[in-house]
């Protein structure tokens, strides 16, 4: 079943001679449970093309659709509730906030929405992210590690329609990085998380299930990964 498809999706920045294509008619979709990544060289639009996904930036042009809703049509205010409740977004610097406890950072999307956590998801959540132990520190009381499983904790508490990872273990040295990585595919296998992965590094692009490449704002490749 498709859960996400984009129809001549476009992005530009400046105007007249010092406009640049970020985006150019990039038609993608994407069924429910998939884990795909998304590689680029630095500037390629990778990152520009998974800001539209989670609505954070608006397209010039184009159509992203999330189980059936075109969030690119959605007013700011509508766009931002959608993007709490239905899109999980892990950055590479974790974008936890300092002054609250673990425990709170990761309830945050359903605390804003005024919802009753589900308890039982979250002490499974934590539990496989190995955060039981760390529920009532301070962000700055973690590692950088434990800091990104806080955040990935945090894009699932909705269960959301979709996660978007961008360059989540960039900010991380290889063990962690394995870690995290694995952890993202336990995400889609148990849960059947769709998961969309942006990422310089090949060799954990290759534990997607599809490896898409972008140059120059626009899709050049969509393979499979034989495994």
Known sequence: MEILRCENL???????????????DV??????????????????????LLHML????????GK????GTDIAALNEKKRSLFRRRKVGLVYQFYNLIPSIDVRQNILLPMLLDGQKPDEKRFDELTEILGLTERLCHLPGQLSGGQQQRAA???????????????EPTGNLDKRNS????????LSNKKYKQTVLLITHDEKIALEADRIITIEDGKIVSDEEVGK
Do not use: C, H
């Open 10 to 24: 476009s992005k530009y920045y400046g105007v007249g001679q010092t406009r640049v294509t970020a985006l150019e």
């Open 27 to 48: 038609n993608l979709s994407v069924e429910k449970g998939e884990f795909v990544a998304i590689i680029g060289a630095s500037g390629s639009g990778k990152s520009t």
């Open 54 to 61: 989670g609505g954070v930036d608006r397209p010039d042009g």
């Open 64 to 67: 992203i659709l999330i189980e």
């Open 152 to 166: 990935i904790a945090r894009a699932l508490i909705y269960r959301p329609a979709i996660l978007l990872a961008d």
């Open 178 to 185: 394995e870690e995290i990585t694995g952890l993202l595919k």
